[in-house]
């Protein structure tokens, strides 16, 4: 009999105004108890409509009901046959949006938590040890991947149990992409990112860093080199501006800088030898999770003024829920319906300000968002003395300047079917290199479907 409770197990985490000062993960999962009292909400319904809101297709009503059978052994077998990174997804794959919106559970009440669910199985496997993964038998054929993000990390996975020898090649000193530099360690703790990177590692998959596709190799070399295919999953690291005056006033950061500087560099450790500005009043200008992430950090900087600064309302923010909750939770001040003109600087060329206009929502936009209309003699001035700016951004273009016949859309990203193919033979490209910034779970996704694609390829030659 499933249990009808009308609501989610909580989830336990930190408090608020405890965890605003430290960098250790907020959300504490679930114990065995809490996670089998879940999974029995699951109705396992016949048409499985929470499948289809998976971009990897997980058989989350199979896992679930293992869960609720105690057998998490069982649960992480079914998790691992369509998912090489579960504790990441579980932990910053926007569910809400995706499988728990279909949940025949939450049209009535709260959807089953399938998130947390599926962080517990990952995390008691983890946690339990076990054998590392064996490698597949070889078939002999060579793949190369560009980019160790969630993208190419996930498409090697599953090139590698076919027999594949793939080798990823990272521009980085450290593999993960933007789950180690740009998601925060209280979001998403590294030793996890290093623990399914392991478990890929173990399947014969080689990863070598400081490898900057484009500088010290090329795509073309790289085919010399016996590759049959390659697959670039190389992100979208290239930020973008405002082009307003005061952008190039020291106190100015751009997310990516300061996130980077925080996650992967560890400028938040007392003895960093690569220390960020800890400023007092810090405007975060953006919407997004990676303004939530940045507005977080400086928080724990400890700033003693953090406001999000977003040209929309709070109702049109496109970062997950959850976050703009334990955003505001923490302390983060929200100035919607406002946007930046200028960044005022003093003599010696640092930030102390900067002026402001406040907007009304107008008719919707090709977004489907109602359009900011500027409030006429709206102006006004905010003293801060830093701005982290968060609206976006586009492809690194080294890899399609240095390779012939890999083209791109106006915007940077390259031009890809369906299935990751681009326009040069051979070459698959998928997640923020195709689409811009998205989310990690649909780079996953392109990751798998180019992943199979190239595995047709190979084998029809």
């Excluded at 998790?79 to 932990?91: D, E, F, H, I, N």
């Excluded at 478990?199 to 596709?213: F, H, P, Q, R, S």
């Excluded at 900067?354 to 008719?363: A, H, I, S, W």
């Amino acid at each position: 009999m499933p249990n009808m409770d009308p609501k989610k197990c909580p989830m336990p985490s930190q408090e608020a105004d405890v965890r605003n000062k430290n960098f250790n993960e907020v959300a504490l999962g679930y114990t065995k108890e809490m996670a089998v009292t879940e999974a029995q909400r699951c109705l396992n319904c016949k048409n499985k409509p929470c499948v289809a809101g998976c971009p990897v297709a997980i058989d989350i009503p199979g896992f679930v009901g293992k869960v609720a059978e105690e057998d998490f052994e069982g649960a992480f077998e079914v998790l691992s046959r369509q998912t090489s990174l579960p504790a990441v997804c579980g932990r910053v794959c926007p569910q809400e949006s995706q499988c728990e919106m279909l949940c025949v559970r939450g049209i009535k009440h709260e959807p089953v938590g399938i998130g947390r669910l599926e962080r517990f199985v990952a995390d008691w496997k983890m946690e339990s040890g076990g054998e590392l993964p064996a490698v597949p038998p070889s078939n002999g054929r060579k793949v190369a991947v560009i980019g160790a993000g969630p993208a190419g990390l996930t498409a090697a996975g599953d090139l590698a149990k076919k027999g594949y020898k793939v080798t990823i090649f990272e521009a980085l000193h450290k593999a993960g992409g933007v789950l180690v530099y740009g998601i925060p360690e209280f979001r998403l703790p590294k030793a996890i990112v290093q623990k399914e990177i392991d478990n890929l590692k173990a399947l014969g998959v080689d990863v070598e860093t400081n490898m900057v596709i484009g500088k010290v190799l090329t795509i073309d070399e790289l085919f010399e080199m016996g590759y049959e295919a390659i697959f670039v999953g190389s992100g979208a690291g290239l930020p973008k501006f405002m082009n307003i005056p005061g952008e190039s006033l020291n106190g100015v950061f751009s997310a990516n800088e300061f996130l980077t500087r925080i996650n992967l560099m560890g400028a938040w450790q007392e003895n960093s030898r690569t220390p960020v500005m800890k400023a007092r009043r810090v405007a975060v200008v953006g919407g997004g999770n990676v303004a939530m992430d940045a507005a977080r950090c400086a928080k724990r900087l400890g700033a003693e003024e953090v406001t999000i600064v977003y040209r929309r309302g709070m109702e049109e923010l496109p970062a997950r829920a959850e976050e703009v909750e334990h955003a505001e939770e923490e302390g983060i001040i929200f100035k919607t319906l406002t946007a930046p003109t200028e960044v005022l600087g003093d003599e010696s060329g640092k930030v102390i300000g900067m002026t402001c206009v406040k907007f009304e929502l107008g008719e919707p936009d090709d977004s489907g968002r109602r359009r900011p209309v500027q409030v006429p003699g709206s102006e006004f001035t905010m003293d801060i003395d830093a701005m982290i700016m968060s609206i976006g951004t586009s492809p690194n273009p080294l890899i399609r300047s240095t390779t012939p016949g890999l083209e791109a859309q106006k915007w940077g990203g390259l031009i890809a079917d369906d299935a990751g193919k681009t326009t040069r033979d051979g070459v698959w490209a998928g997640g923020d290199a195709v689409t811009g910034a998205a989310t990690v779970i649909l780079a996953m996704g392109a990751g798998k479907e180019a992943a199979a694609a190239i595995d047709e390829y190979i084998q029809a030659k």
